[in-house]
Structure formats: C-alpha cells, structure tokens
C-alpha cells in the first residue's frame, strides 16, 4: 500500500508514517512550483527568491516540529528510578535504663479467644477446628512506644490448609472462604483499639502478607508479599532527628522490601503497640535481645528498649481474686443490647460472648454478613453459606474455650437468661472457683446518662442515614453526567466518522477563499503601487500568485497525508483482521481437535468402562457361584459331621451292648459251671459208698451196681455231649457277630475319614478361591 513516489520498505509505526507524510508532499508540489518559474521566470525573479526562502522557512519549520516531536518521546519514555539511598544509620549504645526482661510480651488479657500462644509465648497458634478456620486471630505487645526506633521479627513456621469449603454455597463467596487461607498482619495500634488489623478502624497500621499497607480504607501495593520459612521484621522509627522519623519499614531476610511507610497523623502522639493478626498459620516471634536476621545497619530490639521509650500497659487484676462472668437479665425491645455495649465500653477488660459477636467477628474476618443477620440481635442469623460457620461449631468451641481463660465475661444471652433451665446451664460451665457468677436485672427507670446515650445513637443513625442518601444521590449525578458525556463523545465519533469527507471539503473550500482573498488583496496592493513603477506591479503580484499556489500546494499536501494515513490504517485494520481472522481459525481448529480427542477419549473410557462392568458382574457372578459352593460344602460338611457324631453314638452303643452281652455270657457260663459242678457234687455223693452200719441196707449185687454206674456216666456223656455243640455254636457265632461288626466300625471310620478329608479340601480349595476374588 506504498505510494509510488515511497521506494523504501513499507513500515506501520508512528514514526515512519510522519516521515511519509512530510517527505511525499514535497516531491510532489516542486514541480509545481518549477512550471510557474519557468513560465514567468523574467517577471518572477524576485518571486522564485521569496519561493525558496519560504521554502527553507518551511524545511526550517519542520525540522524544529520533528526535533519537538523527539523531544516529547524522548520525555514520555519513562526513566529508570534511580536505587533510593537508605537513610537508616547503626543505632549508638543504648546508656538509660532498659525496660525489665520479661516486660516485653504478649498480652493473654489482650488478644481473642481463640489465640494459642506456647514455648514461652514465643509461638503463636490458633484454633482451626470447624468455622475457626476462617476468623482471624490477634493479639497485642505488652509494651507501646512512645520515641525511640525499635525492631521485632515473626516468621511463618507452619501453614494449615484447612478442611476446604466442601458442600459450600457461598453466601457472596463463590463457593468459598475469604482468601487468602493464610493470612499475616504486622502493624501498631493503639491501646482498646480493634485487635483486628485492617478492618477499617482508624486505631492501626499495618502491613500484611500480601504486600500491602493498610490504614483505615486505605490499601495500597508497596512490598513483595512474604510467605513461610521467611522472616519478616516490622521497623518502627519515631525518634524525631531520623530523616525516617515517623515511619515504619518492612524487612524480608534482612533486605528491605518497601520504602518507610509515614505513620498516620491520627496516631502520632499515642503510645504504639506492636499487633499482629493471623490466621491459618504458626508463627515465631522474637522480640530480641538479638535479631534472627541482621539488617544493613545496627537496630535495638523491642525487649532491650529504654524504660522511658515505652508505656507498659496495666492489665487489671480482681480485687478479691476472682474474675466475674455477668449474666444481664432484661425484656426484650426495652434497650437491653445498647445497655450491654454502653457496659462494655465502661468496662473494656469483659469480653462479651454472643452470637452477634461471632457474626461481627466473621464479618470483621473477610466473610459477607449474611442476609437478615440485623433482625435480631439475641440470635441473628448465622447461615454463611459455609457448614463449617453454619454447624455452629464456633459457639460450641468458645463455651469449652472461655472457662479456662482467667477473664471477665459477660453473656448477653437474652431469652437465655430469662429461662432458668438455660440459665442454669450457662452457669454449670463456669464451675472453677476463680469465677464469681453474678445477674444484674434491667428493668425500670432508666438512668439520664442512658437517655443522652440513646438519644445520641439516634442521631448518629439519622445522619448516617442522611449522609448515606446524600452520598447515593451524588453517586447517581456523577454516574449520569459520566452517562451524557459518552453518548456525547460516541455522537462526536459517530459524525466524524459519517461526515469526515465533508468536513474536509470544507476546510478546502475554505482556504482557497482565503488563497482567492489573498490574491485580491494582492492585486489591489498592486494597484496601489502601480504609481510607484511597473517593477514592483510585477514583484507582488508574482508573490500573490506564489501564494496562491503554495496554498493550493499545502492543500493538495494535507489531502495526500490523509489519505496515505487513511490507506494505512485501512492496511493495519486489514492486517489485524486478517491476523485476528487466522488467530480464531487457529482456535476453532484447535478447539475442534481437542473436542474431537475428548470426544475418542469419552468413548474409549465408556468401552472401559462397559468392559470393566461386564468383567465385574462376572466376577460378581462367579464369586456368587463360588460363595453358593463353599455354603453347600458347609452345609455337607455340617451334614457329614452330623453323620460321623451319629455313627460315633451307634458305635458306643454297640460297644456297650457288647459289653452288656459279654457279661451275660460270662454270667451264663459262671450259671452253667456252677450247675455243672453242683451236678458233680450230687452224682459224686451219690456213687459215694454208705457207711457200714446196723441200718444200712443190702448191698446190691456188684453187677446191679456196675450197671447204674454205668447208666449214670452214660447219661453224663450224652448230656455232656449235647451241651458242649451248643456252647460251641454260641461262641462261634459271638465270633462271627464281633467280626462283623468291627469290619462294619472300620469301614464307616474309613467312609467317615474319606468323607471328612474330600470335604475339608473342598471347603478349603473353595475358601481359598473366595479370598482371592475378594482380594482381585
């Protein structure tokens, strides 16, 4: 898109389009300006003179203009800061006395519950558990400066992620708790001032973990942020001859991060404590003798200041040594709350335990304050859209927390303290002996000092309410001038954009007017000095017709600058177009091209998935089958030893019926020997001879008594012959009877141990197949 008349390369920046425009221009207008001298060069000497004069002036003219123009690039370009000087000279030899060892700590009676110190106050914990998680702790020195320049360090030893915002709506949140999770806050306040760093107040200062400075509402980036593992030094300047006085630094290792930050002048003057609020995170804290990390220059520690640099400050102890929970009994909507803040503003060392506590320190914690809290101040509403806050695990955590802090509270727990069954609980809570428990009932007159509070609190509402309308109204008339300026501007855009063309028709109208006016003016100049000589006729009207054609020659300029400008721009909008045109093919092609690989990868994870399913009913089944096995095997193997406890009763039995048959035989035989031995006996006494006596009778003839002699063993023989085939035949057949029964024992013991040794393999080849399914 070059002119022809631009041989060099075509370049789109600034600078080249304004050598364009003034170089081309010229090249053209010349030969111009070189047809009229040679057509009047006789009448026009003088004039072609003037011509070149003009045009070094206007060649002058532009060099200056690009020599200006250099020079306010070279001023726009930003110039390279220069390293700031460090104005912080080694401290001398502190010779006052010093505060006491031990003066310079943190204060128990001054921090939040939930604040852990250990190892000697030198380790800051807190409490994590449920919606603690998200409320800052802080905590204040012990000591306030007054003059002097004095250093403390903390260091992050340990950062705790929390349980994550799971199940989280976010009531204003997106989802989640307020960021950071791991917060660091290192400042001063002023004694009774909000422990809490950063919340507004215009009690502290502070710097925080992010690198910022913070006062009031204003929160400004001036250092790198620091996080664990590091350790940060708070510098605190109030000695008055330091060109850093009123100020405070922060040091990361050693190395300064930021420039002093100036004190604010609402604090100077006051006592300043070293604060820190924290949450999620240990910290270590040293306030001396000796720093951690050495700055660049000598600086006394906090714990070895002068006695007379510091204000220590008074914790009030209990005059008969007990600390007092309070117990405010009143009616609702009669004052009951405003009477509870006027007492503890009274009374700045009770701390107040209520639910509208805990909504005012989440919301003084970063969280939103959720909708309707305001509507109740006994039991507002606590629903944050975090379960953590919302299982009201805070409150349940504070009733163990407080008992065991040695401090006065008050609970101004309204319907509460009204029903004595909760009232009674309340007080089973501080059963320690350090505590005095005590009521104070809020009815009746009032007092005047209450009325002119009241009085003054409804006042202070109306004009925050009056100040805040007015602030919306302002807000809503800059946002309506700022709404007519645009659609002004855009009109302006819109008729230059339509009427440029025109518009520039106009101003060439315009100056060939005032060519024409000149010329006039010219001839009439001419005429007037015709008297005067037909030289000088000739000399001024050749400078009016130079003039002219200059003039025609600026417009024919501006017209050739406006439109290579506008072919430019058309060129780079074409250019960008184009560019922006393949930059969103690039991306839809490469859009579709992951579109399309996640689109293969869904399908190939669902053919996994379908495979991995029908692999797992079939192990399912298969494990099915198998645990149906090994429970019929159970159930046989149950059967079996059934069985086998059968087969043991049957053979104890026997044994006992063979036995019982054993001694009836044995009874028997001992029955038939001894009928055989009194049969003996009687045939023995009966072949006995009588005694020879007068009354004994004839003896029988020896034949006769042979004959019965040998009748009787003959009837012995055969009885005896008759007995004994039977005594045989009944001991064989016991034989056989025992043979048979012992084969009978010895194969159903075998049958049993058989049956018993395939169903224990069994069993086990089935357990060990179910334990490895389980296990796959």
Same mark, same amino acid.
């Not at 060649?59 to 203009?65: F, I, N, P, S, V």
């Not at 009325?451 to 008339?477: H, P, T």
């Given at each position: 898109l070059a002119p022809s008349s631009h041989s060099g390369p075509v370049c789109w920046g600034p600078r080249p389009l304004l050598a364009m425009a003034s170089e081309d221009p010229k090249e053209e207008t010349a030969p111009l300006v070189q047809e009229e001298e040679e057509e009047?060069?006789?009448?026009?000497?003088?004039?072609? !003179?003037?011509?070149?004069?003009?045009?070094?002036?206007? =060649?002058?003219?532009?060099?200056?203009?690009?020599?200006?123009?250099?020079?306010?690039?070279?001023? +726009?370009?930003?110039? $390279?800061?220069?390293k700031p000087k460090e104005f912080e000279t080694d401290a001398a030899d502190e010779t006052r006395p010093k505060v006491t060892p031990g003066t310079v700590d943190f204060s128990s009676h001054d921090a939040t519950l939930n604040v852990m110190p250990t190892a000697n106050n030198r380790l800051l914990m807190a409490l994590t558990e449920g919606g603690f998680q998200y409320l800052l702790a802080g905590v204040r020195s012990t000591v306030g400066l007054k003059s002097g320049r004095y250093l403390f360090e903390a260091k992050i030893v340990e950062s705790h992620s929390g349980k994550g915002d799971q199940g989280a709506t976010g009531a204003g949140q997106n989802g989640q708790g307020p960021m950071p999770r791991q917060q660091v806050r290192l400042g001063l306040s002023t004694a009774g001032s909000s422990l809490f760093l950063a919340d507004g107040s215009s009690g502290s200062v502070s710097f925080d973990s992010e690198g910022y400075f913070v006062h009031e509402k204003s929160r400004k980036r001036v250092s790198q942020k620091f996080g664990r593992d590091v350790t940060v030094a708070l510098l605190i300047n109030l000695d008055e001859s330091s060109p850093n006085a009123n100020t405070i630094s922060l040091f990361r290792d050693g190395v300064r991060i930021c420039e002093p930050q100036a004190i604010p002048e609402k604090l100077k003057g006051k006592p300043l404590f070293p604060t820190i609020t924290y949450k999620n995170v240990t910290l270590q804290v040293n306030f001396?003798?000796?720093?951690?990390?050495? @700055?660049?220059?000598?600086?006394?520690?906090?714990?070895?200041?002068?006695? +007379?640099?510091?204000?220590?400050?008074?914790?009030?102890?209990?005059?008969?040594? #007990?600390?007092?929970? @309070?117990?405010?009994?009143?009616?609702?909507?009669? *004052?009951?709350?405003?009477?509870?803040? %006027?007492?503890?503003?009274?009374?700045? /060392?009770?701390?107040? @335990?209520?639910?509208?506590? &805990?909504?005012?320190?989440?919301?003084?914690? *970063?969280?939103?304050k959720p909708k309707g809290a305001g509507h109740s101040n006994d039991k507002p509403d606590m629903k944050f859209g975090l379960p953590q806050m919302d299982d009201m695990s805070v409150r349940r955590l504070l009733s163990h927390i407080a008992p065991t802090a040695r401090r006065n509270?008050?609970?101004?727990?309204?319907?509460?303290?009204?029903?004595? /069954?909760?009232?009674?609980?309340?007080?089973?809570?501080?059963?320690?002996?350090?505590? #005095?428990?005590t009521a104070t009932v809020i009815?009746?007159?009032?007092?005047?000092?209450?009325?002119?509070?009241?009085?003054?609190?409804? &006042?202070?509402?109306?004009?925050?309410?009056? $100040?805040?309308?007015?602030?919306? =109204?302002?807000?809503? *008339?800059d946002r309506k001038k700022l709404l007519e300026e645009k659609k002004k501007k855009a009109a302006a855009a819109k008729r230059k954009r339509e009427g440029g063309d025109e518009e520039a028709k106009e101003e060439e109208e315009e100056e060939k007017e005032g060519a024409k006016s000149s010329s006039r003016k010219a001839s009439q100049n001419g005429a007037a000095k015709e008297a005067n000589g037909s030289a000088s006729i000739g000399v001024e009207e050749a400078k009016a017709r130079y003039q002219a054609v200059q003039k025609e020659?600026?417009?024919?300029?501006?017209?050739?600058? /406006?439109?290579?400008?506008?072919?430019? &721009?058309?060129?780079? #909008?074409? %250019? =960008? /177009?184009?560019?922006a045109r393949d930059a969103a093919k690039a991306d839809w092609e490469a859009a579709a091209a992951r579109f399309h690989a996640a689109?293969?990868?869904?399908?190939?994870?669902? $053919?996994?998935? %379908?495979?991995?399913?029908?692999?797992?009913?079939?192990?399912?089944?298969? @494990?099915? +089958? !198998?645990?149906?096995?090994? %429970?019929? +095997?159970?159930?046989?193997?149950?059967?079996?030893? =059934?069985?086998?406890?059968?087969?043991?009763?049957?053979?104890r039995k026997r044994k006992e019926a063979q036995v019982e048959e054993e001694a009836q035989r044995r009874a028997e035989k001992?029955?038939?020997?001894?009928?055989?031995?009194?049969?003996?006996?009687?045939?023995?006494?009966r072949s006995r001879k009588p005694s020879r006596s007068k009354s004994r009778p004839k003896s029988r003839s020896p034949s006769k008594r042979r004959g019965r002699s040998d009748s009787s063993d003959k009837d012995r023989k055969k009885k005896a012959s008759k007995a004994r085939p039977a005594s045989r035949s009944r001991s064989k057949s016991g034989k056989n009877k025992k043979n048979k029964e012992g084969s009978r024992t010895k194969e159903g013991s075998r049958a049993k141990e058989d049956l018993r040794a395939k169903e224990g393999s069994r069993a086990k080849e089935d357990l060990r197949a179910k334990e490895g399914s389980r296990a796959k």
């Open positions: 009047k060069k006789d009448e026009e000497m003088t004039g072609a !003179k003037d011509g070149e004069a003009a045009d070094a002036d206007a =060649k002058a003219e532009e060099a200056e203009e690009g020599k200006e123009e250099e020079t306010k690039e070279e001023a +726009a370009k930003p110039k $390279e800061p220069e001396g003798p000796a720093p951690m990390r050495p @700055l660049p220059f000598k600086c006394h520690m906090l714990s070895e200041a002068a006695a +007379a640099d510091v204000e220590v400050a008074v914790v009030p102890k209990p005059a008969d040594g #007990k600390y007092e929970v @309070l117990f405010p009994v009143g009616l609702p909507d009669v *004052g009951y709350f405003d009477w509870v803040d %006027q007492f503890v503003e009274r009374n700045p /060392s009770f701390v107040e @335990l209520s639910d509208r506590k &805990i909504v005012e320190w989440a919301v003084k914690s *970063g969280m939103w509270f008050i609970i101004p727990e309204l319907k509460a303290n009204l029903v004595a /069954s909760e009232r009674a609980e309340a007080l089973a809570r501080f059963t320690s002996p350090e505590f #005095k428990k009815v009746g007159e009032p007092t005047a000092e209450y009325k002119a509070r009241v009085q003054e609190l409804l &006042i202070a509402e109306k004009k925050r309410k009056a $100040e805040a309308e007015k602030k919306k =109204k302002s807000a809503d *008339g020659a600026e417009v024919a300029k501006r017209e050739a600058t /406006s439109a290579k400008d506008s072919a430019l &721009i058309a060129a780079e #909008k074409s %250019q =960008k /177009s184009e560019q689109e293969s990868a869904s399908k190939e994870a669902s $053919e996994v998935l %379908q495979s991995s399913a029908s692999k797992l009913s079939d192990a399912q089944a298969r @494990l099915g +089958a !198998k645990e149906a096995a090994a %429970q019929a +095997a159970e159930k046989v193997l149950v059967v079996a030893e =059934k069985k086998a406890e059968e087969a043991k009763e049957v053979e001992e029955k038939s020997k001894s009928k055989k031995r009194a049969k003996s006996n009687d045939s023995r006494s």
